[in-house]
């Protein structure tokens, strides 16, 4: 979403405030709205977690399974 907006700005660059229609001492600008979807976000972040945990338990099991060879070896 593209809207055109008046804008005064503060000493530090920090929007004062904001209007639709002119006014004066105020800039004028084009606003352009992106929205955020943030279950999106928090959904890449979970399948993240699960691809490394999976990763995790791989090397657990192989980490396993090479103990269980050596034991295998092992002669009393």
Known sequence: MIFKYFVKFDEDGEIESLHKDKQKGYK?????????????ELTDKA???VEETLRG?????????????????IKL
């Open 28 to 40: 004028e600008y084009i606003v352009k709205l992106i929205p955020i979807n943030r279950e999106k």
């Open 47 to 49: 399948l993240g977690a």
């Open 57 to 73: 338990a791989k090397k657990f099991r192989s980490e396993i399974e090479k103990l269980n060879r050596d034991i295998r070896r």
